[in-house]
Every structure is written in C-alpha cells, then in structure tokens.
C-alpha cells in the first residue's frame, strides 16, 4: 500500500461514493455555526422550504459581536441584538444545540470545539469563518466557509469540494526559551509568503511541533489561513490523546481506547509525499513582531522598518509603501522604539489558558506602563476564564493594569463594543493586522502574549527575553 | 442563480496586491443579518471621507469608470475572513466578471456562489489589460463562458481556463444544494454505513442547552 497523507486519508475516507458529478461532494462530520454567519444561511433554507439534515452534527455558539462586559445578550441593542435572536430563533426551530451567552461552555466557536471534544481526529469539519483551520491542531480537516456553503452543509451535510495540494511545514531544531508558537507561526508566514499556502492544505511537523501542546498546535493551525492556506493540520499522537481525554464530548473507558486506535491510524504514514516542503529551523527564532497591514510583514525585535526600495518586485514596493503610510511607520525606525497605546491578548490564535499565563508570567509584580490607554486581556473561553480565575491570573492581570473580560472575539475584530480607535497603535495577539481590522484607521502589530505583555509594561515594543520572569507564577 | 453566458461591460482598474475582505466589506457592516444592499459598502474606508463624502482619489469615484460591471484586480484578491459580505457587495455594487492574476479559496468560492465569475490570467495579460483600461477611456471587455474567452474591440484575445463544474452551473444556473440533493440515495447510503459520522454524545456533564422546538 502507498502511503498517505493524514490530509488524503481524511479525504478519501469522506468522499461520497457513487456520485457521478463534475466534482466531489465531501461529507462534513461536524458543522459550527455563530451568529455572524449564519442568519442568511438558514433564510435561504426557510425560503426554499429546506430542512436541517444533521441538526444532531451541528453546534452554535455565540462570540463574534458578544459584549465582553456582560453575559445577557438580551441587554445588547441595534443589530447585534437582532443577530443573536436570529441564532437563538434558528437554533430552536431546527433542533440546533446552541451554548449561547450565558452557558459555561461559550467561548470562540473554535476554542471550544476541541475543548469540549467535539473536534476529533480524522473529522470533516467547517464554519463560516477563515479561522476554522484551528480545530486542525486535533488532526482533523478544518476549513473556513461562506455562507452560502453553510446553507448547503446545513441542507445536505456536504460540499462540493476539490482536492487541495499538500505541503508540509516542518519545524525542527530546538525551540529557545521565550518563543511562543506565535512567533513560529509569523516565522512560517514571513517564509512561506503572504499568498503562498493559497491551494495548499498543511501539515505541520518535525520535533518542534511534535513538543508543543494542542493549545499551541492550535495556534499554528488558526493563523494557516494567514498565508493564504485552505487548512492546516497536525497528526494526531499522545498528546492530542491526552488532550481528549475526560473531555465532555470525548469517549470514555473502553470506548476511548477504541477510538484511540482508529484516530492513531489518521496520521501521516512514514515517507507519504507532500506536494510542497517547507523547513524552519526554531533555533533561529526571534520574537516577532508586524510592522505592516498583512501578517507576512514582520520582523524580528532586534531589527528595523524596512525600507520599501529594498524589494525586487514592484508591486510588493508599492505595497509596503502603502502598508508603512498606513501605519504612520517610517523606514529604518527600529521595531523597539515603536510606541503603542493599546494592547489586546485574546483571539482563537492566542486567548487560551496557556496564553493568559505566558502574559501573567510577564506582568507579575509589574504595572502597565502611563502611556497605555488600555489593556485588554480577553480569555478565548468561559472555561480558560474559569480556570485562570482559579489559578490567580485575573488578579495578576488586574494589579498590573489590565481589564479582565468575559470569553467573545473582542478586539480582534472589534465587531462589538472593543475597538481600536483611528489612529492608535495596538499590541495584539490576534491573527490579523489588516487596514481597520480592529476598528476603522486602527494600527495592529501581531506579536505572542508574553511580547504583548511586555509591550504593555514598556509602552513600547521590547524583547520579552531580556525582562526576568517569575517563573512560580 | 440566472444562467449567464456571456457578458459585456465597462472595465475599472484597482491596482494593488493582497486585498482582503475586511477592507471590501469592513465589519461595521456585516451585523446585517441580510444578503442584499452591500453594494454602496464596498470598500467603505477607501471609497468614502471621514466626512461620508466620497474619495475623489479612489478609482472608483472616478466619473469615467462610473457604471462598470468588469474588475480589474491584482494577485492574491479577497484574501482573508469568509465573509461572504464581500461577495455579495461585488454583486451588488454591479460587478459580474472580477479578472486577477491570482484569488484567495473562500472568496473564489463566495463569489461563484452569486454568480459573480472570476476569471485567472497571467501577470503579462493583465498588464496589457491594465494599460488598455488606463489608457482607453470608456474601455470595455466582453467575456465569454462557453468558449472561454476574454476579448475587447482591438483585436485582443485572451483564452481563460474555467472548471467545468463551475462553468456548467454558471451556463445553467445552477445551486450546490440541488446538484446535490439529486444523490440523496448515495448520501443517505453513505451516512448509514459510517459510524465515523454517529451523532456526537455528551459522555460528562456539560451545561449545554439543547434547543427545543418552538
């Protein structure tokens, strides 16, 4: 037998048999919904009179446009609030299991798969949203939708799909303390280029990632897309095993161990091929840090803006040039004497446990500098919020200066009340530095909690490994 | 969706790499939970002054591209979020043909689904499309689906590769969930012999609320 690609096995495995059409039709094992996306998908079904076929595969959660002050949607006025009914209506009439505002277990729709055991290896799995590449870290097949795709998922539990190319992402060396998979991630985009993953599913591997937990691996594959990617995907092995286990939607006793078994078989065989290959070594990885308006425009801390003359390719020159006059940026300015006035750590890229405390590591016995306007921490979760209350962080956050919120997509897009005004610059954890992401004339720089957190306390950008760390905490 | 075998209209140049979605539909306006009415949103921040009057420096508002229902756009176009806001505001605003050296996934897929067509060429051809659009005044493009082909009235003539699945369904005007629903057996036969697709079971207490029918 040839080897296979976990992505291959996946896909053959949830190809429709017997269907003669000028492509494949991919069933989908598990579909979530929120309520940005989803109002106009199941209008469209009402009005041509279509049913839900797998309300039971089906999960909604609401997080886009949450407030992240409160927890009673029903307080929320003007639009937001009709989207919430519209989900809370739909969920109801179609048999939809909903966690809405209120439940323990809300939280960004693709935090909250994995963490309840709802993502498991060798799934299908879509939502509308680009981030969705997230739940991929379980070695599942996870991809961003459009709404008029989740009304076909909705009415069928298909999708006309053609086969993506596969790369491999592999990360060797060993990874030096103070790097976070963020900043292996921004490194991997900075490589593989802007567009470069576009008709590309990947798999990241090599003994780096093999080390990193699920919550890491999650943040690699949430930021996939970054570079133009379909998904992006982990094998399956011990740790992710562990991960599920005693999780609510997981298998328990003898059927766990089952199941582990068949999910041990989805990983990439030994030798399978890949379409491309992308090596990086972690050893050479600095703390990154964005200075433009895409993910792929980023340097390390210890050096400059670039100089827009110092690429080859015209367009590229225009772009960067417009990207620094968007940002108020001058060429040659070093990335450390960059001040900022906000700082934001949350996003289904960076809001998990494990990303609150890389920052309360930081900020412990420290104070967010004067010049800070604000400092947002936003758990990613009910339940990280929950755990790092139990474990002191929200007070580590709070006596440094922070402001400790409810679980929602907050100030990565700032569909709610959590926006970047015009004009301020903001340290962010989030997944994108586009033009307005977090609010109209905005200016996000991506970097890892703990880089945020430093920013924080410095008012500027500043390597986080040169400021002794609590390690107790 | 209405078939659609050709089509024939005024041509406007946006001439830079990497635009994404958000900057297409910014988010402020996707909390309408509608399809229709993106149009006059379409690159928001770019077309429109602080003041809500529109930019006389963005390409859009110049008068001689008023009306043009053919983009001209650079690689890697409609890369970023899902939202298919952006799709629908193309729609709207009255593009039907989007031409790039290279798109993003979803919004490929976004746009085909509303029957806006998005035809790739190489960078040399868009070149010469982008001078003949910047240098001819009230220049027009004609695309052709059934015989994939992209030509204007000086004798340009550029053939385009387009899936059959996508043509088909454009020619025909046809929607993803009826190509479907016409293999119900093979799909339900399907979902009977996977156990991998078992409804998922909630093994430990969890607080999720299952909605109850209305």
Redesign the interface.
């Given at each position: 037998m040839t080897q296979q690609t976990m992505y291959e096995k996946i896909w053959n495995a949830h190809v429709i048999p017997d269907v003669f059409a000028p492509v494949p039709f991919l069933y989908i094992d598990r579909h979530f919904i929120h309520e940005a996306t989803s109002p106009q998908a199941f209008a469209g079904l009402k009005a041509a009179g279509r049913k839900v076929r797998r309300p039971d595969l089906t999960f909604a959660v609401m997080d886009h446009s949450v407030p992240t002050t409160g927890r009673n949607w029903r307080l929320v006025t003007g639009n937001r609030a009709k989207l919430f009914e519209a989900l809370d209506r739909n969920c109801r009439e179609t048999g939809v299991r909903l966690f809405d505002l209120e439940s323990q277990n809300q939280g960004i729709v693709h935090i909250i798969g994995p963490e309840l055991g709802i993502t498991q290896p060798g799934q299908t799995l879509v939502c509308g949203d680009s981030h969705t590449s997230t739940h991929g870290a379980l070695g599942a097949l996870a991809f961003g939708i459009g709404t008029s795709e989740v009304e076909t998922v909705l009415a069928t539990q298909c999708l006309p799909q053609f086969q993506s190319k596969t790369m491999q992402v592999r990360i060797d060396g060993k990874r030096p303390v103070g790097i976070s998979a963020k900043d292996l991630m921004l490194a991997v985009i900075e490589k593989v280029g802007f567009a470069g993953g576009t008709g590309y599913v990947i798999e990241y591997a090599g003994e780096v990632v093999r080390a990193l937990s699920v919550e890491e691996r999650m943040t690699l594959c949430s930021m996939s897309i970054e570079c133009g990617a379909r998904a992006g995907m982990v094998s399956p092995d011990d740790t992710t095993f562990y991960y599920l286990k005693g999780r609510p939607y997981a298998p328990v006793g003898a059927d766990f161990d089952a199941a582990m078994k068949g999910w041990n078989a989805w990983a990439t065989d030994e030798g399978a091929r890949f379409d491309a290959l992308v090596t990086l070594d972690a050893s050479n990885v600095k703390p990154k840090v964005t200075w433009g308006t895409n993910p792929g425009m980023v340097a390390d801390i210890d050096q400059s803006v670039p100089e827009p003359s110092t690429y080859a390719n015209s367009e590229e020159r225009e772009s960067v040039k417009s990207a620094l006059e968007y940002m108020d940026l001058k060429p040659g300015t070093r990335i450390v004497d960059i001040a900022v006035d906000r700082v934001f750590v949350g996003s289904c890229s960076n809001g998990q446990l494990e990303d609150l405390r890389e920052a309360a590591r930081v900020l412990a016995g420290r104070k967010v500098a004067k010049s800070i306007k604000q400092a947002l921490a936003v758990p990613a979760s009910t339940q990280a919020k929950k755990q790092a209350e139990a474990e002191g962080l929200d007070k580590i956050f709070v006596e440094a200066g922070f402001e400790w919120r409810e679980s929602g997509c907050s100030m990565c897009f700032g569909m709610n009340e959590d926006v970047l005004p015009s004009g301020e610059r903001c340290a962010s954890t989030s997944n994108r530095n586009f033009e307005g992401r977090q609010g109209k004339g905005g200016r996000t720089h991506l970097v890892s909690p703990s880089m945020a957190a430093a920013a924080a306390v410095a008012g500027h950008f500043i390597d986080v490994r040169a400021m002794p760390v609590n390690r107790s905490n | 969706m209405r078939p659609l075998k050709d089509h024939t209209g005024l041509v406007v140049p946006l001439d830079?790499?990497?635009v994404?979605t958000?900057?297409m539909v910014?988010?402020?306006f996707?909390?309408?939970?509608?399809?229709e009415g993106y149009g006059r949103d379409l690159f928001h921040?770019w077309r429109y002054l602080a003041n809500g009057e529109p930019n006389p420096d963005f390409v859009f508002n110049f008068p001689r591209y008023q009306g043009a229902s053919i983009l001209l756009a650079?690689?890697?176009f409609g890369?970023?979020?899902?939202?298919?806001h952006a799709?629908w505001a193309v729609r709207d605003y009255g593009f039907r043909i989007i031409i790039a050296p290279?798109f993003?996934?979803?919004f490929y897929?976004?746009a085909f689904?509303?029957g806006v067509v998005l035809v790739t060429l190489p960078s040399e051809q868009m070149d010469e499309l982008f001078k003949r659009t910047e240098e001819i005044e009230g220049y027009k493009l004609s695309v052709d689906l059934e015989t994939m082909t992209i030509t204007d009235d000086r004798q340009l003539r550029f053939p385009f590769k387009l899936?059959?699945?996508r043509r088909?369904r454009l020619l025909k005007g046809l929607d993803?969930?009826g190509?479907?629903?016409e293999?119900s057996d093979?799909?339900a036969?399907?979902?009977q012999r996977?156990n991998?697709?078992a409804?998922?079971?909630?093994?430990?207490?969890?607080?999720?609320?299952?909605?109850?029918?209305?």
């Open positions: - | 830079r790499i990497d994404d958000d900057q910014p988010k402020q996707i909390l309408r939970g509608t399809r921040d650079r690689a890697n890369c970023g979020s899902s939202r298919e799709a290279s993003a996934d979803i897929t976004n689904n509303n899936d059959s699945f088909n993803d969930i190509s479907i629903l293999f093979a799909l036969k399907f979902e996977c991998v697709i409804a998922p079971q909630m093994t430990s207490p969890v607080d999720v609320r299952i909605a109850k029918p209305c």
